[in-house]
T-cell receptor, first 115, second 114 residues
Framework: AQKITQTQPGMFVQEKEAVTLDCTYD???????LFWYKQPSSGEMIFLIY??????QNATEGRYSLNFQKARKSANLVISASQLGDSAMYFC????????????FGAGTTVTVRA | EPEVTQTPSHQVTQMGQEVILRCVPI?????FYWYRQILGQKVEFLVS????????KSEIFDDQFSVERPDGSNFTLKIRSTKLEDSAMYFC????????????FGEGSWLTVV
């Protein structure tokens, strides 16, 4: 079974609008962490935001926020006030357990911001 | 802001040749990783390294792969005899210890095997 599922292969969004990228996860661990990374066309992997399974508040980092719904096992990324520079591939990833630091990645969602 | 640096950014090599990809993790980090991404595909975990030994490796990380921390700053991935299917972007990453610590990635090394 897939540990991370991103069902939207591609999305278009108008500049200055918000966009929500879906991510669902599958784990039996009680302790886990959820990450979002941005990969522009240049290829690097840029960390955006992190949510721990025990965090009660949804994580926010500037224009990025993570809508964490534990019971539904979803960790959607919301990008507010989209900018042209937000056009990129976005990956959701999960780390399971206290002693396991590797990440399992989803297939990614390509976001294209239109002027 | 501290960052993970990787060299080379791009390497073209002939099938069967040995390749070494180099990484300088963030200086106070204790956990080091290699991931790879074949063009258009998912990012895949290869190996994690802690306390001078491999802590975990994936099925992809077979005998042709090896990792080393030859000194206090570098972390290398060696592919002994490259195959066409090794062509991919290879990412080095590092993290501090403790739950909830972010894993930071380098900019990647594109490997093209011809």
């Amino acid at each position: 079974a897939q540990k991370i599922t991103q069902t939207q292969p591609g999305m278009f969004v108008q500049e200055k609008e918000a966009v929500t990228l879906d991510c669902t996860y599958d784990t039996s661990d009680q302790s886990y962490g959820l990450f979002w990374y941005k990969q522009p066309s240049s290829g690097e992997m840029i960390f955006l935001i992190y949510q721990g399974s025990y965090d009660e508040q949804n994580a926010t980092e500037g224009r990025y926020s993570l809508n964490f719904q534990k019971a539904r096992k979803s960790a959607n990324l919301v990008i507010s006030a989209s900018q042209l520079g937000d056009s990129a591939m976005y990956f959701c990833a999960m780390r399971e357990g206290f002693n396991d630091y590797k990440l399992s990645f989803g297939a990614g969602t390509t976001v294209t911001v239109r002027a | 802001e501290p960052e993970v640096t990787q060299t080379p950014s791009h390497q073209v090599t002939q099938m069967g040749q040995e390749v070494i990809l180099r990484c300088v993790p963030i200086s106070n980090h204790l956990y080091f990783y290699w991931y790879r991404q074949i063009l258009g595909q998912k990012v895949e975990f290869l190996v994690s390294f802690y306390n001078n030994e491999i802590s975990e490796k994936s099925e992809i990380f077979d005998d042709q792969f090896s990792v080393e921390r030859p000194d206090g700053s570098n972390f290398t991935l060696k592919i002994r005899s490259t195959k066409l299917e090794d062509s991919a972007m290879y990412f080095c990453a590092s993290s501090d210890q403790g739950a909830g610590n972010t894993i930071y990635f380098g900019e990647g090394s594109w490997l093209t095997v011809v």
